[in-house]
């Protein structure tokens, strides 16, 4: 699991340098298990499901109800009008706890910020831990979206990806989520070992036929402390070269623009505009809170992570103190820096930064990588080429930066 970055001590009470939120809050929420750990998972989740007392998946939510009631402490703003305009339960598995506790979490989120009109409030959930009744129980409680771990529609990918379900989970999860009223995004995972382009190319259209409002497609990571990073190092498994993946890439986007979902940021479609705004905040630099072991928030430039260890999590919020494990208050260079980085990854793209020099935004457009009309127009706009490039076309933009 990757390891935390280092940071400046934050404050036992949470304190922020600027705790001034009343444009508006978002709340992400890490519910940290799992039934089983996928190979692949660099993220900070647990299949065991008791570590003690308010880390265990029966009393986990009275954990992170505490959080709720120390950043209420904490944030100022709201106290006239309803703040909260996205909520995002990630993991792990927030599945793995039961809608009423799920929707108590959300409640407990209203009552301390108030959920304004239209809020979007959304849940990941593995296709395998779901119900009818309880996606039910989830869209009454208030949630508006579900977003699905699909991974693959290929039974022999799903298995090289230590997935729990079958490709027939996943059409019936969504069915149900549909009849509930929710909102359905799917998110797909290509360049598993061994996957060839053909089934790469039926997860697509499997992806495609299920009709979901939004698609997430990313190339699968292999990070050195997991299973299939091992495996990677001692040969057992090889990896997908950057030709293939690009390939990969191109055929998704080439079929999810062709059945009217619209690239919005590189690795998410959707159709009817139905984007996620939550993601929209992360990219835009917004404010958001981080609730539950490991979850990073970013207030007005100070950015702070909590411990990631549950128990360690629950004992500090039964203390009645902040579980922030550091912090770092970004300077007006790094806040720049990152508006580049993550603004480049959205189809409207930036409007070219006063830093870049005219000669780098014309050698950008001469490779190919970004669009010679917006750059005319003054805008850094991403080409096709430009999407699978992004990270060279950032550190490219940010040589001006630091010249
Ligand atoms: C953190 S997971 C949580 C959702 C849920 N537990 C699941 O797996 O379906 C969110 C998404 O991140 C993506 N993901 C996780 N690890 C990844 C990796 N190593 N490479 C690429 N995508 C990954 C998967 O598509 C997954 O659906
Ligand atoms: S189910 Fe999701 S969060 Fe859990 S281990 Fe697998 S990818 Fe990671």
């Not at 190339?219 to 993946?245: C, F, N, S, W, Y």
Request: proline share 5%; hydrophobic share 40%; with cysteine.
């Amino acid at each position: 699991m990757a390891d935390l970055p280092d940071g400046e001590e934050a404050p036992k009470d949470g304190a922020l340098p600027n705790p001034d939120v009343s444009g508006g809050l978002s709340a992400y929420v890490h519910v940290p298990f799992c039934a089983v750990r996928c190979g692949y998972c660099d993220f900070n989740t647990y299949t065991n499901l008791d570590f003690g007392p308010g880390a265990s998946t029966s009393d986990f939510p009275e954990s992170l109800v505490r959080e709720i009631a120390l950043s209420r402490g904490v944030l100022r703003g709201g106290e006239a009008a309803p703040l909260i305009d996205t909520v995002f339960f990630g993991g792990g598995t927030p599945t793995m706890l039961a809608p009423k506790q799920l929707g108590s979490v959300l409640a407990a989120l209203n009552a301390a910020f108030g959920l304004r009109e239209g809020a979007e409030a959304t849940t990941e959930a593995n296709p395998e831990s779901v119900d009818r009744e309880g996606l039910f129980r989830l869209a009454d409680a208030g949630f508006t979206r579900v977003s699905f771990g699909m991974q693959s529609a290929v039974e022999s990918v799903l298995t090289t990806l230590d997935r729990r379900h079958t490709p027939g989970q996943v059409g019936r999860a969504v069915g149900w989520a549909r009849e509930a009223g929710l909102d359905v995004s799917v998110d797909l995972i290509y360049g598993a070992p061994g996957e060839t382009m053909g089934q790469w190319r039926r997860s697509i259209e499997a992806a495609i036929a299920l009709e979901p409002d939004h698609l997430s497609a990313y190339a699968l990571t292999v990070e050195p402390g997991t299973k299939m990073g091992a495996q990677a190092a001692r040969g057992v498994i090889q990896l997908p070269d950057p030709d293939e993946l690009a390939d990969k890439y191109e055929a998704a986007d080439e079929a999810f623009e062709a059945a009217g979902y619209r690239w919005y940021e590189i690795s998410n479609w959707a159709r009817g505009g139905r984007e996620c705004r939550h993601n929209r905040v992360y990219w835009g630099g917004g404010n958001w809170w981080g609730y539950g072991p490991g979850a990073h928030s970013h207030i007005n430039g100070t950015r702070f992570w909590n411990v990631k260890h549950p128990l360690a999590y629950a004992r500090r919020v039964a203390a009645g103190e902040s579980p922030a494990a550091a912090r770092e208050v970004l300077m007006a260079s790094e806040i720049a820096d990152e508006a580049v980085m993550l603004g480049v990854r959205m189809r409207e793209g930036i409007e070219i930064p006063r830093f870049v020099r005219a000669e780098t935004t014309a050698g950008l457009v001469a490779d190919g990588l970004l669009d010679g009309r917006a750059a005319v127009a003054g805008r850094i706009v991403l080409t096709l080429r430009g999407r699978l490039l992004a990270d060279a076309v950032t550190r490219r933009l940010w040589e001006d930066l630091e010249g």
